[in-house]
């Protein structure tokens, strides 16, 4: 097995300086003050690409992939090899900083938001995650998020939102705590199988699902995700904001991110989101692909004039919430922010006005359960209850 002692720090770290700057600017611009990572910090960085989340590494060396769903679905077993008992002990013991009325809050917030989150995950979140080509060989390889595959995938991600969003969702045993345990290990299972292909260029990437990206992809859950929220127009208090950020660290937790960069506080995960951007190597090809199949995600499931404006609506918000040079960047056509200034005009009203009002948060909650199932009709799905 490849251990980051056997590796160089993969060429990618800093491949392109003055373009990660560039797109880091506007993370440097809202972490405050001592944004810049020490030595130290860089040197976590560097070695973060070259790590693997050990634990649920242990867990596919020890139970054959035929046998991992029922491995799951049986939880800690007295009979169970070694690494999976130490695999189950681990995500069943919960760190002392986790707070279940925060963890209640922070879902509750991410429930109201409504279609806003789901605009903000898709064409802020994601697509802008594609603008670097960290950590997009993974998906390349598994087709996963290309050409069809495209919509299926953003639905099992929108199922486990509202998984880990449903009340008590992240509670010992809840749907979104096994959801979350699930992906663990299905990303350890993946990364088993490109260590163990002949044709992954080690020198280049390092451990192809590792605990750099791992820890990157958290910020862009919690973190972006509430910058994101903002540029729409939606309302999001201090207190919610907090609980947001509680309730993807412990997600982040129970996914194997380290502890170090498990973001908690909003500050601290602008920062933290701001040192990954800066030394991210610029887009290829694959950020290019990736993000037209995103933006033509719903072609096979609308027709006409809904198939037109949903590939406007989609180019117009990702103009609105990542600016010309990310839409450059992906190989994106601009487009008037039109769609994203709707969304701020509606929300002034709803979000600043209604939803402050006595009854607010609950009307919110309703809103948001009919846009989800409005979505989710309009991709020829139904959305299970919550």
């Known amino acids: 097995m490849t251990t980051h002692a056997d590796l160089r720090v993969p060429s990618r770290f800093g491949a392109d300086r003055p373009w990660a700057e560039r797109a880091a600017r506007p993370l440097r611009l809202v972490a405050g003050r001592g944004a810049a990572p ?4 860089l040197a976590a960085l560097r070695i973060g690409l070259m790590r693997r989340d050990e634990l649920a590494a242990g867990l596919i060396r020890a139970v054959r992939p035929d046998d991992l769903h029922r491995a799951l679905a049986a939880g800690p077993s007295a009979d169970a090899p070694e690494p999976v008992r130490a695999f189950w002990d681990a995500c069943s013991q919960r760190p002392d900083w986790v707070d279940d009325e925060l963890l209640a809050r922070g879902a509750e917030a991410c429930r109201a938001f409504g279609m806003d989150a789901g605009l903000v995950l898709a064409y802020g979140s994601l697509l802008g995650g ?3 080509a960290a950590a997009l060989e993974p998906l390349v390889r598994t087709g996963r998020l290309a050409g ?4 299926r995938r953003i639905q099992e991600t929108s199922f486990w939102w509202r998984a880990v969003t449903a009340p008590g969702g992240m509670a010992p045993g809840g749907a979104g705590f096994r959801a979350t345990v699930h992906v663990r290990v299905m990303h350890a299972l993946v990364n088993a199988r490109l260590e163990a292909d ?8 390092g451990v192809p699902i590792n605990q750099y990206d791992q820890a990157s992809t958290l ?15 939606v309302r999001v208090s201090r207190a919610d904001a907090a609980a947001v950020m509680h309730l993807w660290s412990y997600v982040g937790w129970l996914m194997g991110v380290d502890e170090e960069w498990l973001p908690h506080t909003e500050r601290r ?7 990954f951007l800066a030394n991210d190597p ?13 933006i033509t995600m719903t072609d096979d499931v609308a027709t006409g004039h809904r198939r037109w404006y949903e590939r406007e609506r989609a180019l117009s918000v990702s103009c609105w919430l990542l600016g010309p040079a990310a839409m450059r960047d992906l190989g994106l056509p601009y487009r008037p922010p039109w769609y994203g200034l709707t969304r701020v005009a509606a929300n002034l009203l709803v979000s600043h006005v209604l939803g402050r009002l006595p009854g607010g948060r ?4 309703a809103r948001s359960g009919r846009q989800a199932r409005a979505q989710f009709a309009r991709w020829g799905a139904e959305l299970p209850d919550d």
């Not at 002949?198 to 990437?205: G, I, K, M, S, V």
Request: proline share 5%; aromatic share 10%; glycine share 6%.
């Open 219 to 233: 910020g862009v859950f919690s973190t972006s995700f509430l910058l994101h929220l903002r540029l729409l127009g």
């Open 38 to 41: 020490t030595e130290a910090e």
């Open 282 to 294: 610029p887009p290829d090809a694959s950020s290019v692909a990736l993000a037209r199949a995103l």
């Open 269 to 275: 995960g602008r920062r933290l989101l701001y040192h």
């Open 148 to 151: 069809g595959e495209t919509l």
């Open 198 to 205: 002949p044709t992954w260029e080690w020198d280049l990437r």
């Open 362 to 365: 609950a009307r919110l909650l």
């Open 130 to 132: 594609y603008r670097t």
